[in-house]
């Protein structure tokens, strides 16, 4: 997402996406940790917020890396990467989705 995107820009593309599904957390880039619109959301939801740093994004393989984003972030996955790590897993249940200025990515959380 890009700075200042509202909750309910964030809301409407998480339910786009995942549809009634039961969502467990949030996950993104720490940079991202002072976005009202990600907290409202999140908050909306009733999940936490789990932040990664890019060192811990660019370790994680992911199927569709984009150089713009590791030129921008330092790393080549914010969405993919950061749902894996959330998860515990190594599989996406959800690959990276844009909508509009979101791009949003679901891992099943592993138990």
């Known amino acids: 997402m ?57 370790g994680v393989p992911v199927p569709n890396p984009s150089e713009r984003t590791a030129a921008a972030l330092g790393t080549p996955s914010v969405a993919e990467a950061a749902a894996l790590l959330a998860a515990g897993t190594d599989r996406l249940a959800l690959p990276k989705q844009v909508a509009g200025t979101i791009t949003l990515a679901a891992a099943t959380i592993e138990k």
């Open 2 to 58: 890009r700075p200042g995107t509202a909750a309910s820009a964030i809301l409407a593309a998480v339910r786009d996406a995942l549809g009634a599904s039961a969502v467990g957390c949030l996950a993104t880039v720490d940079r991202r940790a002072g976005e009202p619109g990600l907290r409202a959301a999140a908050a909306q939801l009733g999940v936490p917020i789990v932040f990664f740093a890019p060192d811990q994004l660019s």
